[in-house]
């Protein structure tokens, strides 16, 4: 079975973030130059939230506001669900199903090492399915 700890050995810990005092702007800028979905906010060490496209889009519509002249802590989400790396695969696509959420942010000893999206777990979960076909299929064949 895969451990969240697989998928960081295959993409890196690389945490992508932004502080809860940096402006929208900056965190739209950021993620658009990474081509991600969502960065962790991060209050030195700590998990303060998690700032999604998602976010900026709901509150667009009800502030006119310059992303400029807005906080990411005035748009991001707080509660911020975690794993740490023993987890399955098949946990977090169940846990983010469940909540409805994207992206799950990895700690290890309150520590932030890593962050997992929906398309990682995905990915590793169709990887290990087409090996376990091709298996069965190197089973039936030998048989």
Sequence with gaps: MNTVHDILKDKGNKVLSVGPDDSV???????AEKNVGALLVLDGDSVAGIFSERDYCRQVLEDARSPKAMKVRELMTTTVMGVTP??????CLALMTDKRIRHLPVLQNQRVIGVVSIGDIVKKIIAHQQFTISELGNYISAG
């Design 86 to 91: 023993e987890r399955t695969t098949e946990e």
């Design 25 to 31: 702007l900056k965190a739209l800028e950021l993620m």
